[in-house]
């Protein structure tokens, strides 16, 4: 489920956009002022909805200091007559915007557009990695290196969350045990080094499956290799 941070310091726009897009099957967060979204922002979030005329710190100055640290998608909520802020907001690193007032049609298209670019298959920006890695109730953050499991912090080693890292990001591909090794390890592979894998592996499927005999996540393709199948 997608993530979303709302920032807006008018009450009604808060619960209206956190209802209408709860509505349409996203996980919603709002804040009446810049100060307290900055301190959420490493929970993680998929697109940020931000108000241009806020107290305190404005949407723009916001915008900025979201942009220094996070890779998410930024969409803008600005009054018609203040269309100069389309302008600022953009320099700042915003990806969108929409006018107040607004349709929620045209909202909800937006939204779901800028995430499909920065988070799914495709029309992602050259060069641009998302900061998460979702499966089922796992969620893995590769700015900071740590892995949630039904929101409690997982104690992964590094190699543990290497593999984890390889298998998320590259769904539907199968890896040799030749090509884990030389991956996670950055090693040159002996056939004895198998053991040292499957190891690695069994101790993983213990920490993030919830029947480690029966893996959802770390999958084994029978005589080629583990793979994550997305599903």
């Given amino acids: ?3 979303i941070l709302v920032v807006d310091d008018d009450f009604e726009i808060r619960e209206l956009l956190e209802l209408l897009l709860t509505n349409d099957g996203f996980h919603v ?3 009446a002022n810049g100060y307290d ?6 929970d993680g979030f998929d697109l940020a909805i931000l108000d241009v005329m806020m107290p305190e710190i404005d949407g723009i100055q916001l915008c900025q200091k979201i942009r220094d640290a996070h890779h998410i998608p930024i969409l803008f909520l600005t009054a018609k007559e203040r269309e100069e802020d389309v302008v600022k907001g953009f320099s700042a690193g915003a990806d969108d ?3 107040k007032p607004f349709s929620y049609l045209e909202l909800s298209v937006r939204v779901k557009a800028l995430l499909r670019r920065y988070c799914n298959y495709g029309s992602k920006p050259q060069g641009y990695e ?5 499966s089922k109730d796992l969620r893995l953050n590769r700015r900071t290196n740590e892995v949630y499991k039904k929101g409690a912090l997982l104690d992964l080693t590094e190699r543990e969350y290497r593999i984890l890292r390889l298998l998320l990001g590259n769904p539907g591909r199968i890896y040799t045990m030749e090509q884990l090794f030389e991956i996670v390890w950055e090693d040159t592979y002996f056939y004895s080094c198998s053991n040292t894998v499957m190891v690695h592996i069994r ?3 213990k920490k993030v499956e919830d029947e480690p005999n029966k893996p959802k996540i ?3 393709v029978w005589g080629k290799g583990y793979t994550y199948d997305g599903l």
């Fill in 1 to 3: 489920m997608n993530r």
């Fill in 29 to 31: 967060q709002t804040y």
């Fill in 37 to 42: 979204a900055l301190e959420a922002l490493d």
């Fill in 97 to 99: 915007y929409v006018m």
């Fill in 130 to 134: 998302s900061d998460f890695l979702e």
């Fill in 203 to 205: 101790n993983l499927r």
């Fill in 218 to 220: 770390v999958k084994n």
